[in-house]
């Protein structure tokens, strides 16, 4: 019998996510502290935790490194990922601050909570093995079943948790199915090993039912169409800080993994996956702006509509290279902004019971509220994509990446749908600014930190609207080596 | 001397009885039990390929898999209790409060 050789532990390409795992230990233990420490000491220090994760990351561009014989791979591309990571993760506690003090949920495990979730969806952003991808995957979608169901109390909340739980675990197994099907093929869970094996055996059965079923898990966990079913119940039901989480960082983590899962393991493979991806990105931007039109309540409209940006999104993956590869990291990042920043209007806006969740609580908002009217509405403008906003500068990419890949049709449909979303995101603009309200009316409920994170997603989405080449060139870099 | 296949076949009856379970109960439960079933499939397809692959490291990842399996059932079951404090219920088809 050999002797057990242990691996030299490395810490450094863990920094970001231990960071964030120090501030969650540290929030708990705080809570654990005497009374008279501020509530607010908790949220600074969730903040803290995301800014120093981010101050680490940018620190370690250009110098990647590798963790845990290969598991765990901190490239420019997890680099990236983290960037948008830390923001979401940033943007949501400054929401999270007064939102949670008005609802009452004020609590040390919610940001404990958040900031596991964050390292899991960074630990997935620099996944460089199959089992890395399911511990850090499960360690976000834990985290955030419990949050969607942090209002204890309201039924919509515990229900929103259930579908979330439930869909989620049952996505975790086909994903995990897959998982085991492509361990069994290839022998081994790290994926440039499979990449070797799949080059010698691509027509093995074992990996292509296996990469069905991982297909499965990733296309819930993205939310598209056909496994899309949970995305606007969990959205509506959950507190609005939680479902800006959702939406924005686990979303991004989830195609981060998607796409280094495909790049690096299907390198030696021909595309024949090409043509599924181009039905579902059909599909899915399709039905999620149908039906997006005949919603009433906002955060139940933004749902369907980030069902539809998946959609866009797929377009980037089906184009294909480091153009259309680096335009969808282009796209996370700006949708991140504008997704978050719209759901922040939400979490400021209340009525006499609860939250303005319905579009008609909007009505006149611009005439009493009109700093928070013209955020809402530039959030949207962003959505549907009219220039300068950054939205506009990602789509473009997206699509241009498309023609130039040779799928003019795929990059009309886009364009078709973005005109069909209009209609609904329009709405909401009409009637900021157009309607009087009926009955009681929306309060702005006051938060210096909802203004700041605001604010820096304003500004965000104007500097990538207006000066977007530094930052797609990062993009396309990152994802270069990926794609050799 | 029984083969992989055998064990394979196991795996994916396993994994179908689970899905017919979640796909066919009611109760929240009911559902939570049928995910189990399909992750211990997996468990079963894991350990297989290890033994006759020759490699450790599915064992390894068997042992991981069971892990993060608790964590998701002491999750679902809180779940399950603080709805059932406000609703008396957890029957899936009962909880249909969002909807549009």
Known sequence: MDAIVLPAVVLGPLLPALIVLAAAALVLGLDLGPRALPRELLAVTALAGMIGALLATLARWGAPGRAFRDMVVLDNYALFFNVIICYSGAL????????????????????????????????????????????????????????????????????????????????????????????????????????????????????????????????????????????????????????????????????????????????????????????????????????????????????????????????????????????????????????????????????????????????????????????????????????????????????????????????????????????????VVVYMYMREPEGAVTAYAPSFAGGVALTVALLAIVLLGVMPAPFVDLAQAAVAPLLR | MIGLPAYLILGALVFSIGLFGVLTRRNAVGILLGIELMLNAVNINLVAFARFNGDVAGLVFTLFTISITVAEVAVGLAIVIAIFRVRRTVEADRLDLLRG
């Open chain 1, 92 to 427: 949501i506690v400054l929401l999270s601050m007064d939102y949670l003090r008005r609802t009452g949920s004020d609590s040390a495990e919610y940001y404990a909570l958040v900031l596991f979730a964050t390292a899991g969806m960074m630990l997935l952003a620099a996944a460089g093995d199959l089992v890395v991808v399911f511990l850090a995957l499960e360690l976000m979608s834990l985290s955030l079943y419990v949050l969607a169901g942090l209002f204890k109390r309201e039924l919509a909340s515990g229900e929103a948790a259930m579908k979330y739980f439930l869909l989620g675990a049952f996505a975790s197994s086909f994903l995990l199915y897959g998982i085991a099907l492509v361990y069994g093929a290839a022998g081994t869970t790290n994926l440039d090993r499979i990449a070797a094996a799949m080059a010698a055996r691509p027509r093995d059965p074992l990996f292509v039912v296996g990469y069905g079923l991982l297909l499965v898990g990733f296309g819930f966990k993205i939310s598209s169409v056909p496994f899309h079913m949970w995305v606007p119940d969990v959205y509506q039901g959950a507190p609005t800080s939680v479902t800006a989480l959702i939406a924005t960082g686990s979303k991004a983590a989830a195609f981060a993994a998607l796409i280094r899962v495909l790049a690096v393991t299907l390198r030696g493979v021909p595309p024949d996956w090409t043509p599924l991806f181009w039905a579902v990105a059909v599909v899915t931007m399709t039905v999620g702006n149908v039906v997006a039109i005949a919603q009433s309540n906002l955060k139940r409209m933004l749902a369907y509509s980030s069902i539809a940006h998946v959609g866009y999104m797929l377009v980037g993956l089906v184009a294909g290279g480091a153009g259309g590869t680096g335009a969808v990291l282009f796209y996370l990042l700006t949708y991140t902004f504008t997704t978050a920043g719209a759901f922040g209007v939400i979490t400021l806006c209340e009525r006499a019971r609860g939250e303005a969740v319905e579009v008609g609580d909007y009505a006149g908002l611009a005439r009493r509220h009109p700093m928070l009217a013209a955020a809402l509405g530039i959030f949207l403008l962003s959505l549907i994509g009219i220039p300068p906003l950054a939205g506009f500068v990602g789509k473009f990419y997206v699509f241009g990446a498309a023609v130039r890949a040779g799928y003019v049709w795929l990059a009309v449909i886009g364009l078709l749908n973005s005109a069909m979303a209009a209609y609904y995101y329009l709405r």
